[in-house]
């Protein structure tokens, strides 16, 4: 059997940035998910359904719309840029509960959390998504 490959090196800024703005939004979705899961389980505990119905409450487009404005201040201007980038990135789909501008606004907070993730910036990736869901590290 073969073994899945996974990401063993972060790549580099500017291969990050050649990136489509929603590939970037795509894996910050899966870091936003996966970080907030752990939190979860880690704190939580309890029943997996149990676990989802919190978890779907802090990685909704409206959730992640709400959380830009509590953790933009703090980006620097490289993470501004990636935000701006995807933010207004054209997209053929919407988010199925959420209005236009929290769905960018969304897309471009997870595009962040890739770019971070990709970049191999764990630490600032870490302190942005615990200011975000005002979750302690």
């Known amino acids: 059997m073969k073994a899945i490959p996974c990401v063993s090196e972060p790549i580099t800024k500017e291969q990050a940035r050649a990136l489509d703005a ?20 880690s704190t939580k505990g309890g029943k997996a359904g149990v676990l989802h119905h919190l978890c779907v409450g802090k990685v ?5 719309a709400a959380e830009v404005d509590a953790v933009r201040s703090l980006f620097n201007a490289e993470e501004d840029d990636v935000y701006r980038k995807a933010r207004n990135h054209k ?3 919407t988010a199925k509960n959420a209005s236009i501008a929290d769905y ?14 990709l970049t191999g910036q764990n630490q600032r990736l870490g302190e942005l998504l615990a200011y975000a869901h005002k979750f302690e590290q």
Do not use: I
């Open 22 to 41: 929603l590939v970037l939004a795509y894996v910050g979705d899966g870091v936003q998910s996966l970080y907030v899961r752990t939190f979860f389980a």
């Open 60 to 64: 909704s487009a409206a959730a992640q």
């Open 91 to 93: 997209s053929k789909s």
């Open 104 to 117: 960018h606004k969304a897309s471009g907070l997870e595009a962040v959390w890739g770019y971070l993730y």
